[in-house]
Every structure is written in structure tokens, then in C-alpha cells.
T-cell receptor, first 114, second 112 residues
Framework: GAGVSQSPSNKVTEKGKDVELRCDPI?????LYWYRQSLGQGLEFLIY????????KSGLPSDRFSAERTGGSVSTLTIQRTQQEDSAVYLC????????????FGPGTRLTVL | AQSVSQHNHHVILSEAASLELGCNYS??????LFWYVQYPGQHLQLLLK??????LVKGIKGFEAEFIKSKFSFNLRKPSVQWSDTAEYFC??????????FGSGTRLQVQP
């Protein structure tokens, strides 16, 4: 079936604006993850959803970042009042079960904050 | 907290050379270990994984990795690299309910 999809693929915004990034996981996958890939900093965990459990938000860098997952499928990552340091590639992944399972990554959304 | 260290940040090899990329993690309990690869212009994809059993794991494209528990290591190897192996390689660890913790990545450049 189809892999993980993300939209938009690129987003350019001005400092102080809010942005929403979307992730469509693989159908039937119960777990969904958001990561951030910054230049020279590798991949950083942001948030993890598993079924109906409360999400693991321990990786969110500030309260400007939030995410939700509706109906156990599509997820939206929202960044409020964007800052230049938010510029990065935001990656979404999903897995069939929990964290021990293989994660399948989407192509990412490249966010540029001017 | 778990962490992953990849010691080689940038590796340049000639075709047919052997490859070994280091990966060490810090966590005292049971771990699941992964190597992901990101080819230029493509998204991350799984190269191989270790959950349990035989500590020598074989993945796609001739890659293998060996889990050495006493050394907290999961080094990636390939006997003979090709130009098409040029990519960035990420080691990652998963423990319990935590999501993946990634290393900082190793950029491999294979010269023809």
C-alpha cells in the first residue's frame, strides 16, 4: 500500500506566523511519530502517538509546538509564532505497533522561517 | 536517558573498499537497534534491525551489523562499497515506550 505521506513538502513562512504540517500514516499503523531534522543536528524526537493512549510529548522543544492525531490516523503538527530556529525538515513516521516496531518515514516537510 | 553516538561524521571511501561505521548506545536494559539510510534526495528507509536472537544481522544491499551487548555497540559493515552507497547513515535505538533515539548520522561518500 501507500507509504507515509506529508504535506506540504516545502513551507516558507515569516517569523511570528503559525504553521500546520500534516502527516498521513500507513493505513492500519497504530503508532505515529514526529521528528525534526536540523542541519548538523541529526534527528530529534518531538512527539509520539500510540493508539488511544496519551501522547508522549517529551520531545517538544517549547509550548509553541503541539500536535494532534484525529481518529487514530492523520496527524497535524502545529508551530505557533514561528522562530528562525524552527527552520528544519519535519519528519513523520508510523509503525504497525509500538516503539519496538520498524518505523516507516515520510518524505518530510522542509520548513523555512524567514 | 538513552543516547546514541556515531563516531564517524564524514567518511570518504573508494569503490570496493570495506566499510565499518561505529555506533554506541547508552542504556542498560533491553534495546531494539536500527540502522536507517537516507540516499540523496530520498527519505529515510530501514537498512536493518536487531530485536533479539542472532547478534549478526543482515540487511539490504549487502549490509550487516553486529550487536555486541558487552560493548553497547551496533556497528554497520559492508565488505565492498559501491558508488550507489553514497548516503547518510543513522543508527537508532528504541527502548520500552520511548520513540527512536537517533545518532547524529554519518555521511558516507564513495568515490568511483
Amino acid at each position: 500500500g501507500a507509504g507515509v505521506s506529508q504535506s506540504p513538502s516545502n513551507k516558507v513562512t515569516e517569523k511570528g506566523k503559525d504553521v500546520e504540517l500534516r502527516c498521513d500514516p500507513i493505513s492500519g499503523h497504530t503508532a505515529l511519530y514526529w521528528y525534526r531534522q536540523s542541519l548538523g543536528q541529526g534527528l530529534e524526537f518531538l512527539i509520539y502517538f500510540q493508539g488511544n493512549s496519551a501522547p508522549d510529548k517529551s520531545g517538544l522543544p517549547s509550548d509553541r509546538f503541539s500536535a494532534e492525531r484525529t481518529g487514530g490516523s492523520v496527524s497535524t503538527l502545529t508551530i505557533q509564532r514561528t522562530q528562525q530556529e524552527d527552520s528544519a525538515v519535519y519528519l513523520c513516521a508510523s509503525s504497525l505497533e509500538g516503539t519496538g516496531d520498524t518505523q516507516y518515514f515520510g518524505p518530510g516537510t522542509r520548513l523555512t522561517v524567514l | 536517558a538513552q543516547s546514541v553516538s556515531q563516531h564517524n561524521h564524514h567518511v570518504i571511501l573508494s569503490e570496493a573498499a570495506s566499510l565499518e561505521l561505529g555506533c554506541n548506545y547508552s542504556y542498560g536494559g533491553t534495546v531494539n537497534l536500527f540502522w536507517y539510510v537516507q540516499y540523496p534526495g530520498q527519505h529515510l528507509q530501514l537498512l536493518l534491525k536487531y530485536f533479539s536472537g542472532d547478534p549478526l544481522v543482515k540487511g539490504i544491499k549487502g549490509f550487516e551489523a553486529e550487536f555486541i551487548k558487552s560493548k553497547f555497540s551496533f556497528n554497520l559493515r559492508k565488505p565492498s562499497v559501491q558508488w550507489s552507497d553514497t548516503a547518510e547513515y543513522f543508527c537508532a535505538v528504541s527502548t520500552g515506550r520511548r520513540a527512536l533515539t537517533f545518532g547524529s548520522g554519518t555521511r558516507l561518500q564513495v568515490q568511483p
